[in-house]
Structure formats: structure tokens, C-alpha cells
């Protein structure tokens, strides 16, 4: 966590320079990834210094999304990020993308994208360290992704810190026809494994600001000295979508 003067507003910080993650540079999200510099084939993470940061905020939350290759959570970013979805052709991230800057009142959400492919996974690991929440994603349409959550899960257990913040997403709900994992499917292993869980559709929008905004305030909950200030990241989410009736296909 790290302390700074607070500028209010969503930032969008793609592109930044290699060593320089939050460096200014405001601007549409590109499908590349600045976040590493490649030398001799080999892959080199550029460690995310907030305290370097040109951006203001009094306290940063390094928010990462992870899981398989495919499963959307490049779209989910820019969705979030732009409000729409990033149609056309797959291009896989390579490495880790920084992409945004998101700032509430009083702290900002400072949001990575990681590359699913397994060749890249020694570098997302050394992301995992610091990062204050995780946005685990599998795909609807994908059983192999929904299987790996498990994997995932290990994987973070090994590399995350203890008590980081990590929220299960089934990502492409709006695709009905090629649906082949089930929403209680993915409720009844988020149960399993404690994990708050939603579904999500980086095509559609739904339930994308709830995930993060979910994720925000349970971190500033987390965040307060206050231990009788509790707040339950699952609850919210239940309740926030009951609101809306909004996943229920
Ligand atoms: N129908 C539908 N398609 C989606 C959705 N989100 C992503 N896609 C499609 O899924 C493909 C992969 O999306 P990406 O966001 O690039 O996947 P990724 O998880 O970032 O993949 P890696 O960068 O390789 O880890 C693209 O063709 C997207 O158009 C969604 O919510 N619904
Ligand atoms: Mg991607």
C-alpha cells in the first residue's frame, strides 16, 4: 500500500514505460504489453514501484486479473475501463499488461493484466506477491478453464499472500448457445473454496463494475483500522445483484 496526494476521476494508465508502471500516459488501452522488456527471448517483469508513480492517491490497491489464456480478462479490463468490448480478433497478452488506474475518494485501484499462457506464468508469479486482490476468471464457454481453477487456485495459495482478496468470475455469460459450465457449477466451487464468486460478460457489461467496485470496497473495509467496520465481500455481491436481478439468465 502506498500513500500519496489523491486526484480523483478514472485513469487509464496504458503504455507506461518498462520500470515505470504508473507513469503517466493516459490514453486508450493498447493490446500490448509495456509491463515487460524482452532481452535475448527471455521475459523480464518490470516490478510495479508505486512509490515512483507520477499518479496521485493516497492509497494504491494492486488489483490482478488471472487465469487461462482466452477466458477474457484483457476484454473484462477494457470493458471496465472504456465501457466496451473489445470485438475483433484474439490477441493474447504477453506478460503482464498495466493498464489502469482507477481512483476513488480516498484510494485507487491499480489494476494488472496477466498473461493465461503457461509459458508466461514464472513472471505472473512474481506479480502475485504484492498484489493486494486477484480476479481469478474462467470462461462459461470453456470447461477446461472452469478445471483449472483449481490449479489456479494452488498456484495462488503458493505465490499470493495470505489474507489477499480473491473473487471468482465466470466470465462470457452472455454467450447462452455455448454455455458448458453451469452457474451452480461455478457457485459450488467458489463455496468449496470460500471464494466469492460471480458471473460476468465482458460483452454484454454485466456485472463488470460490481466485481471491481466489490473488490475496491473490500479493501478499503480491509484497509481500516476499525475492527468492528466488517465487510462481507460476498454478501455485497448478493445482495448488489439481487438489486439488479441482473444475472439471472
Ligand atoms: N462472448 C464473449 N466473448 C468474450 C468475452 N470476453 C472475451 N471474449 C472473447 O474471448 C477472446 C479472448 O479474450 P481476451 O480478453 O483477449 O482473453 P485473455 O484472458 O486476456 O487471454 P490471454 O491474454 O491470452 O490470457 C476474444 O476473442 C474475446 O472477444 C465475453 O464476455 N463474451
Ligand atoms: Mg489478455
Known amino acids: 500500500m502506498s500513500r500519496k496526494k489523491t486526484a480523483k476521476g478514472k485513469t487509464a494508465a496504458s ?22 522488456v524482452q532481452m535475448n527471448g527471455v521475459v523480464h517483469p518490470s516490478r510495479p514501484s508505486i512509490s515512483n508513480s507520477s499518479e496521485f492517491y493516497d492509497i494504491a490497491f494492486k488489483v490482478m486479473l488471472v487465469g487461462d489464456s482466452g477466458v477474457g480478462k484483457t476484454c473484462l479490463l477494457v470493458r471496465f475501463k472504456d465501457g466496451a468490448f473489445l470485438a475483433g480478433s484474439f490477441i493474447s497478452t504477453v ?11 480516498s484510494h485507487s485501484l491499480q489494476i494488472w493484466d496477466t498473461a ?4 508466461f506464468r514464472s513472471v505472473t508469479h512474481a506479480y502475485y506477491r504484492d498484489a493486494h486482490a486477484l480476479l481469478l476468471l474462467y470462461d462459461v464457454t470453456n470447461k477446461t478453464s472452469f478445471d483449472n ?20 468470475l465466470g466470465n462470457k455469460a452472455d454467450a ?11 457457485e459450488r466451487l ?16 454485466l456485472n463488470v463494475e460490481l466485481a471491481f467496485t466489490a473488490v475496491a470496497k473490500e479493501l478499503k473495509h480491509r484497509s481500516m483500522k476499525d475492527p468492528n467496520e466488517k465487510f462481507k465481500l460476498q454478501e455485497y455481491v448478493s445482495k448488489e445483484m439481487k438489486g439488479t436481478g441482473c444475472c439471472r439468465s
Open 190 to 205: 467458489a463455496k468449496e473454496f470460500g471464494v466469492p464468486f460471480m458471473e460476468t460478460s465482458a460483452r454484454s457489461g
Open 149 to 168: 481453477i483449481q490449479a489456479w487456485l494452488s498456484e495462488i495459495h503458493e505465490y499470493a499472500q495470505q489474507d489477499v482478496v480473491l473473487m471468482l
Open 95 to 105: 506478460g503482464i499488461d498495466f493498464r489502469v488506474m482507477i481512483t476513488f475518494v
Open 176 to 186: 447462452t448457445h455455448d454455455r458448458v459450465v453451469k452457474r451452480e457449477d461455478g
Open 116 to 119: 493465461g499462457q503457461e509459458r
Open 15 to 36: 503504455s507506461p514505460s518498462a520500470g515505470s508502471p504508473t507513469g503517466k500516459g493516459a490514453g486508450k488501452a493498447a493490446r500490448s504489453s509495456p509491463g515487460i
